[in-house]
């Protein structure tokens, strides 16, 4: 069974930083897209940012120059440096994994909160 499992959520004040990391296992294939998603109470879940296995990236509008997504190689460990956070950063966020096959398939973790006070 696959589990992706998320670490490094937390409070932190605005303009500050925080590191988000995601590993996958029960898995041995290289996941195709690794990436990150948050959901803010009532609104829905939105990319933030994704990493495919030749490390193309794509982030969303509202984090670009603030947000690096990284991946270690091939690997299906990624990580989510934030910086200059802002309050609307606020959310919890979603490690997701995608392979691309006869049909795609998702994977998500549980969920971290990030919380940015003003």
């Known amino acids: 069974q696959v589990q992706l499992v998320e670490s490094g959520g937390g409070l932190v004040q605005a303009g500050g930083f925080l590191k988000l990391s995601c590993a996958a296992s029960?898995?041995?294939?290289?996941?195709?897209?690794m990436g990150w998603y948050r959901q803010a109470p009532g609104k829905q879940r939105e990319l933030v940012a994704s990493?495919?296995?030749?490390?193309?990236?794509n982030y969303a509008d509202s984090v670009t120059g603030r947000f690096t997504v990284s991946r270690d190689g091939a690997k299906n460990t990624i990580n989510l440096t934030m910086n200059s956070l802002k309050p609307e950063d606020t959310a919890v966020y979603y490690c997701n994994g995608r392979l691309f096959g006869y049909s795609t398939r998702d994977y998500w973790g549980q969920g971290t909160q990030v919380t940015v006070s003003s």
């Open positions: 990493i495919t296995r030749g490390h193309n990236t």
């Open positions: 029960g898995i041995i294939y290289s996941l195709d897209v």
